[in-house]
């Protein structure tokens, strides 16, 4: 069973380094989320891909983190200039939007990478 | 804009009772529901999907209820057993044709069944 794996999954930085994730989605699916879950909330959306294309980021995302999908599989994640405020663990989902079921779509997640920023 | 909410935020049950979990969300008009399970530092599964158009979903000793009227969504687990700790999310996602399926989540029950 191939789901979502992620990469990875934990990562210990310091203040004002760059790091880098990257999401494996399930191979077929061709929307690819990313989240955001700090310690005792729920996980936050923070952008997708529908193939290679990023359609909606949220505000959430400042001009610090980027995200990639360059050819319709993989996805990462960077964040410049990290700061201890994105201590936190970054979810990916991947879902099929098919039109004949577009209503019954599900996400699956990864495992997560889990962040510190010291 | 959607807000979730779960009520209680920590729930303590000993073995083998049924218990419910619930979830209240201020627009329900066109979205669906899911229910997810996470477990310490991993990732969520996805435990039930209701449609919009739906009431109901059925696994196992799982029941998910969903009531638009009301803004609200009951998780019914029967005959609770330790492995079923775990925190429980519940999430909801617009469905109209062609838009994202972003999840709005809300803060989930952290659930412990004590042997």
């Known amino acids: 069973d191939t789901g979502v794996s992620q990469n990875p999954r934990h990562k210990i930085t310091k203040r004002g380094q760059n790091v880098t994730f990257r999401c494996d989605p399930i191979?077929?699916?061709?929307?690819l989320y990313w989240y955001r879950q700090t310690l005792g909330q729920g996980p936050e959306f923070l952008t997708y891909?529908?193939?290679?294309?990023?359609?909606?980021k949220s505000r959430l995302l400042s001009d610090r983190f980027s995200a990639e999908r360059p050819k319709g599989s993989f996805s990462t994640l960077e964040i410049q200039r990290t700061e201890q405020g994105d201590s936190a663990m970054y979810l990916c989902?991947?879902?099929?939007?098919?039109?004949?079921?577009?209503?019954?779509?599900?996400?699956?997640f990864g495992p997560g990478t889990r962040l510190l920023v010291l | 804009k959607q807000e979730v909410t779960q009520i209680p935020a920590a729930l303590s049950v000993p073995e083998g009772e049924n218990l419910v979990l619930n979830c209240s969300f201020t627009?329900?008009?066109?979205?669906?529901l899911q229910w997810f399970r996470q477990d310490p530092g991993k990732g969520l599964t996805s435990l039930l999907l209701?449609?919009?158009?739906?009431r109901e979903q059925t696994s196992g000793r799982l029941n998910a209820s969903l009531d638009k009227s009301s803004g609200r969504s009951t998780l019914y687990i029967a005959a609770s057993q330790p492995g079923d700790s775990a925190t429980y999310l519940c999430?909801?996602?617009?469905?109209?044709?062609?838009?994202?399926?972003?999840?709005?989540f809300g803060s989930g029950t952290q659930l412990t069944v004590l042997p």
């Open positions: 989902a991947s879902s099929l939007n098919a039109r004949d079921r577009w209503n019954q779509e599900t996400q699956y």
């Open positions: 191979s077929e699916h061709n929307r």
């Open positions: 891909f529908q193939n290679e294309a990023q359609l909606e």
């Open positions: 627009d329900s008009a066109i979205y669906n």
């Open positions: 209701i449609q919009s158009s739906q």
């Open positions: 999430a909801l996602t617009p469905i109209s044709s062609g838009s994202a399926r972003q999840l709005t």
